[in-house]
Every structure is written in C-alpha cells, then in structure tokens.
T-cell receptor
C-alpha cells in the first residue's frame, strides 16, 4: 500500500490520559498535514510540516497538543491530558513539492475519550 | 467563524440526475478551491479543483463553476450514479498558505 498510513485506526482512552498517533506519508512527500474532523463537520486544519520544520499551526492546537516530524518522514501527534472534547477523527495528509499540490489523506485515527 | 459555507447539508438524487452542491466564501485572499469526496471509513480524496482565473473546470462527469464576483463556487455531478453516494466537501486555501479550510460537507445519496 503506497498511500498515507495512520496508526492506530481506533483509540479509546480515559479522560486525562496521554495518546500518540502516528502518520506515515506517501514516500518522498515532503509536506505533511494534520487535521481534525468531528462528526458532521469538515476537517479542521491543525498543523503542517515541510520536511522536519513545522511551518503552520492552528489556534486549535492547544498546549496539550504537540506534533513532530523528526526526520522529515513519519510524524506523530500527541495529546496530553485528554478531554472528552478531543474525541474526533484525526486525519493526516501529505503532498509533494511546492504550491497547491494535492493533499492525499489517510483513513484517520478515531479517538474516543471516555 | 465559518469561512466556507456549504449547502445543502444533504441531497438525494435519482440515478442519472444532476447533483449540485454550492459553496460561498468571504475571504478574497482565497486562491485555490478544491472539492473532496469522502466515503465512510475513508479519508477525503481530491475530486477536482479550480483557481479563480477560470470560471469553469470539467473533468468527466464533474464540473466546478466559479463566480468570483459573487464569491461562490459549485460542484455539478452529471449523470449521478449510486457509486457517487458519499460526503462532498468544498474547501479553500489562501495564497501563501497550505492550510485547507473546509465546508461542513454535503451527504449525497444517489438512488438506483
């Protein structure tokens, strides 16, 4: 499979716990994006990396959220001290090159905070 | 503040009919307008995209119409098929930004 891969697909956690999601972009894609999608809504932008540099961050990305892309390949999104309002689908996308290139999305990680 | 307003929220069309989904925006700095298709359990996939220097773009059965002065754009699906049943999102992006701003989505059902 050469698409964007996200793991795990589902995560159930208790309020207050920390969770980490992983995204493996399409090979050689230098840009990687994180979005959050709640039921009945469109994806909301969280952050964007070009190679290992985090270039844009949304105000939605509170202090409890942190994203990394240490070697410019896979990325992790960590949520600390989860809250019920964090329950959502977390989508990762990747694209190649400069300009408005196509963002290819993974199937997402569905987080449920109990 | 919702920057891209999408309507209708849901749409039911008969097989062979035309599906029309509309979006409106306020920010004139937007310069890229893609449409994404999402099936249950899958991530969104790009369907077709347009820039404001053209008024229409067609790819197969899918057409984007763009009205810059009205700040509106729409997706037309001709000869709609049951396999087109999915949620469709319009989106927009500003010059100098990679961030996509999505509408709330339209759930399309095409009856056989």
């Amino acid at each position: 499979d050469t698409g964007v891969s996200q793991n795990p697909r589902h995560k159930i956690t208790k309020r207050g716990q920390n969770v980490t999601f992983r995204c493996d972009p399409i090979s050689e894609h230098n840009r990687l994006y994180w979005y959050r999608q709640t039921l009945g809504q469109g994806p909301e932008f969280l952050t964007y990396f070009q190679n290992e540099a985090q270039l844009e961050k949304s105000r939605l990305l509170s202090d409890r959220f942190s994203a990394e892309r240490p070697k410019g390949s896979f990325s992790t999104l960590e949520i600390q001290r989860t809250e019920q309002g964090d329950s959502a689908m977390y989508l990762c996308a990747s694209s190649l090159g400069a300009g408005k290139n196509i963002q290819y999305f993974g199937a997402g990680t569905r987080l449920s905070v109990l | 503040q919702q920057q891209v307003k999408q309507s209708p929220q849901s749409l039911i069309v008969q097989k062979g009919g035309i599906s029309i989904i509309n979006c409106a925006y306020e920010n004139t700095a937007f310069d890229y307008f893609p449409w994404y298709q999402q099936f249950p359990g899958k991530g969104p996939a790009l369907l077709i995209a347009i820039r404001p220097d053209v008024s229409e773009k067609k790819e197969g059965r899918f057409t984007i119409s763009f009205n810059k002065s009205a700040k509106q754009f729409s997706l037309h699906i001709m000869d709609s098929q049951p396999g087109d049943s999915a949620t469709y999102f319009c989106a927009a992006s500003m010059s100098g930004s990679e961030k996509l701003v999505f509408g709330k989505g339209t759930k399309l059902t095409v009856n056989p």
